[in-house]
């Protein structure tokens, strides 16, 4: 949102939502009320479903000013870090009490019904409960899934219709999914079972994309001398607990590459073609020192066979640009395509 625009003054009926990115990412959700901006640090921002209550933190209350903020409050100073105007608008008091406040919002990406509740004792009134009252604000919104069965290649050669499929390189590493809600992370591996406590270089990844909520398929590779290697791979996937894990860090970084987006902002995409899903992964600008988006190449198989065989790589994965996502399928569609030399 442009912060030259102020937040449109009114009686008591205002608010602004500032994208916070501090010690912990959170959403700093602030109403215009006698003279101030009373305010919610909201860690995983507002839920876009009814019945999926999240944490609300209720803070002091800020100087009216404070709703124009944007930029990087210096590191040490309370609140440290960057922040910025992420919605804005008008609201509706249904009712305003010291437990409960119930508040429809009218803003340009937030629009329904919220109620903040908070049934605690006075010691322990800054922790409330804010849900969606409303039903979601698209009538065809999807619950994010936790995990969606991977689909799978089978073995073959280069299709001999070139055009009509896409090339991407066989890194031979630990396929995993990640899911980001309200800018937190899980990690899967391809058997469902959680694994993000042994990654903690991908934290970041959920901060970078916010309040973007996605699934995404890829797979996990340790590099050794420029080539990926199994040997340092292995050494992260044998990691007995977190602890272990988070001192390989250094010596055996992973690196993550998502290479197919499964269900995004509300919609499964598993019916999407490939090309359509990749357009949309390409647009995510997942490009951190932990992640990355491996390059996709349409058409020219020989060619990107033989780059792969020139760089150490074992072969290449090709996948229909008009094929949907199967899950749990070995499918035609997707096939990897390896050569000695």
Same mark, same amino acid.
């Given at each position: 949102?442009?912060? #030259? +625009?102020?937040?449109?003054?009114?009686?008591?009926?205002?608010?602004?939502?500032?994208?916070?990115?501090?010690?912990?990412?959170?959403?700093?959700?602030?109403? *215009?009320?006698?003279?101030?901006?009373?305010?919610?640090?909201?860690?995983?921002?507002?839920?876009?479903?009814?019945?999926?209550?999240?944490?609300?933190?209720?803070?002091?209350?800020?100087?009216?000013?404070?709703?124009?903020?944007?930029?990087?409050?210096?590191?040490? %100073?309370? @609140?440290?870090?960057?922040? /910025?105007?992420?919605?804005?608008?008008?609201?509706?008091?249904?009712?305003?009490?010291?437990? /409960?406040? #119930?508040?429809?919002?009218?803003?340009?990406?937030?629009?329904?019904?919220?109620?903040?509740?908070?049934?605690?004792?006075?010691?322990?009134?800054?922790?409330?409960?804010?849900?969606?009252?409303?039903?979601?604000?698209?009538?065809?919104?999807?619950?994010?899934?936790?995990?969606?069965?991977?689909?799978?290649?089978?073995?073959?050669? &280069?299709?001999?219709?070139?055009?009509?499929?896409?090339?991407?390189?066989?890194? %031979?590493?630990?396929?995993? =999914?990640?899911?980001?809600?309200?800018?937190?992370?899980?990690?899967?591996?391809?058997? @469902?079972?959680?694994?993000?406590?042994?990654?903690?270089?991908?934290?970041?990844?959920?901060?970078?994309?916010?309040?973007? %909520?996605?699934?995404?398929?890829?797979?996990?590779?340790?590099?050794?001398?420029?080539?990926?290697?199994?040997?340092? &791979?292995?050494?992260?996937?044998?990691?007995?607990?977190?602890?272990?894990?988070?001192?390989?860090?250094?010596?055996?970084?992973?690196?993550?590459?998502?290479?197919?987006?499964?269900?995004?902002?509300?919609?499964?995409?598993?019916?999407?073609?490939?090309?359509?899903?990749? =357009?949309?992964?390409? /647009?995510?600008?997942?490009?951190? +020192?932990?992640?990355?988006?491996?390059?996709?190449?349409?058409?020219?198989?020989?060619?990107?066979?033989?780059?792969?065989?020139?760089?150490?790589?074992?072969?290449?994965?090709?996948?229909?640009?008009?094929? +949907?996502? *199967?899950?749990?399928?070995?499918?035609?569609?997707?096939?990897?395509?390896?050569?000695?030399?």
């Amino acid at each position: 949102m442009p912060a #030259e +625009e102020a937040l449109p003054r009114g009686n008591d009926d205002t608010f602004v939502i500032q994208e916070h990115h501090a010690r912990r990412l959170h959403w700093d959700v602030r109403f *215009e009320r006698e003279g101030v901006l009373v305010s919610f640090a909201v860690p995983k921002g507002l839920p876009p479903l009814p019945d999926t209550p999240r944490l609300a933190v209720h803070t002091e209350d800020h100087p009216l000013e404070y709703a124009t903020f944007e930029g990087t409050i210096p590191a040490g %100073e309370y @609140g440290g870090g960057v922040m /910025k105007i992420w919605d804005r608008g008008h609201y509706e008091t249904l009712h305003w009490g010291d437990h /409960k406040v #119930e508040v429809v919002l009218h803003g340009s990406r937030v629009r329904g019904k919220y109620v903040f509740v908070n049934r605690h004792s006075a010691e322990e009134q800054r922790d409330w409960i804010v849900r969606r009252v409303d039903p979601p604000q698209r009538k065809d919104f999807a619950a994010l899934p936790v995990f969606v069965q991977p689909m799978l290649p089978r073995k073959g050669g &280069l299709p001999p219709d070139d055009d009509g499929w896409a090339y991407e390189f066989l890194w %031979e590493g630990e396929r995993a =999914q990640v899911r980001v809600e309200g800018g937190r992370i899980e990690v899967r591996h391809a058997d @469902g079972h959680e694994i993000t406590d042994l990654y903690p270089e991908l934290k970041g990844l959920g901060e970078e994309l916010g309040a973007t %909520e996605v699934l995404l398929d890829g797979e996990l590779i340790a590099m050794d001398d420029g080539r990926p290697s199994p040997d340092a &791979l292995r050494r992260r996937t044998e990691a007995p607990d977190a602890r272990s894990a988070k001192r390989l860090v250094s010596s055996a970084p992973v690196l993550y590459l998502p290479f197919d987006v499964l269900h995004l902002d509300g919609r499964s995409q598993l019916d999407q073609p490939y090309s359509r899903r990749r =357009q949309r992964l390409r /647009k995510l600008h997942l490009e951190g +020192e932990s992640w990355r988006v491996p390059q996709h190449y349409v058409g020219g198989g020989a060619d990107v066979l033989a780059a792969a065989l020139d760089n150490g790589l074992t072969g290449v994965t090709a996948k229909r640009l008009d094929s +949907e996502y *199967e899950p749990g399928k070995r499918s035609a569609n997707w096939r990897v395509v390896k050569r000695r030399r």
